[in-house]
């Protein structure tokens, strides 16, 4: 909370997503609670939780559980891997079950927000958006259920092709209706589909639940991530418009690729801050 021009206004959330531990993680160096508790040391404010680093949907969370209860950190989330394209009504009853499973598992971490992603099957660009706009909003009022907001964001690499532009955006949030879907901006990946993040932030900020904050430099044929203000990306200016405005979300974090993975954050963290507390 801050005051501007004697107004109380909210200040965004300064969050990171446990894919910038992925490194740590993989290679045995750090549990998913440690990343969490370190996360709570570094000045992170909220978690963006990948379903790849939850395990086995069977498996026990009660260490993710403690872990943010010790820090008092809230979650948001994201899940690739639900079929959102495919209708008919088995489909529609299989994905509904399995969408329950999700919510009901993010439900006991208290997350507020899930980005859905979908398997591109055979579809061209076109038909593939308009079904995945028609799942997402399938599954909103699922996730409501839960206390859960559904989001999507731009891709970068070949799934930027699907969904890399405010274009691709905008007709995706036309398919999926008023269903209650939002959207999460992710300042990095449109430099992958050599767009303007600033202009799209222009038509997409009203949509906007979730921020993803990325930087990157050119690595071979694609980009690599470095973190915050190491690379090509300028995500200053998106962060101070969010927080001119009074966005009360999440700034989620994801930065790796120079220093250890504990150091990028560090770097990544104090970036955002500086930036956030300029007013």
């Not at 909370?1 to 969050?15: D, F, L, N, Y």
């Not at 993680?25 to 000045?43: K, N, V």
């Not at 209708?87 to 439900?107: D, K, N, S, V």
């Not at 690595?219 to 200016?237: I, K, Q, T, W, Y």
Request: some cysteine; proline content about 4%.
């Amino acid at each position: 909370i801050s005051e501007q021009g004697g107004r109380t206004v909210a200040k965004p959330a300064i969050g990171m997503m446990t894919y910038s531990f992925g490194r740590s993680i993989r290679e045995g160096c750090m549990s998913l609670p440690d990343a969490i508790r370190l996360c709570a040391t570094l000045g992170v404010e909220a978690i963006d939780l990948a379903e790849a680093h939850l395990g086995d949907p069977q498996a026990d969370i009660s260490a993710f559980l403690a872990a943010l209860s010790d820090t008092g950190l809230p979650v948001a989330s994201s899940h690739t891997g639900l079929d959102l394209i495919t209708r008919g009504e088995a489909a529609r009853g299989e994905r509904e079950q399995e969408a329950r499973r999700i919510f009901e598992r993010l439900g006991k971490l208290d997350c507020g927000h899930v980005m859905l992603g979908s398997p591109t099957g055979d579809l061209s660009a076109e038909d593939w958006r308009r079904e995945y706009g028609i799942g997402l909003g399938e599954c909103a009022p699922i996730a409501a259920d839960y206390g859960i907001t559904v989001t999507f964001e731009n891709r970068g690499g070949p799934a930027g092709l699907l969904v890399g532009t405010a274009d691709h955006c905008e007709e995706i949030l036309g398919h999926a209706g008023d269903t209650g879907v939002r959207f999460t901006f992710d300042v990095g990946n449109f430099r992958y589909v050599g767009a303007d993040h600033n202009a799209a932030f222009e038509r997409l900020a009203q949509y906007t639940a979730h921020v993803h904050l990325k930087d990157v430099v050119p690595r071979g044929e694609s980009f690599g991530m470095v973190p915050l203000g190491e690379g090509e990306v300028d995500n200053a200016p998106i962060i101070r418009k969010l927080a001119a405005s009074g966005f009360g979300g999440c700034l989620a974090i994801e930065c790796g690729g120079l220093g250890t993975d504990e150091d990028d954050a560090r770097k990544s963290v104090e970036f955002v801050q500086n930036v956030r507390n300029e007013g």
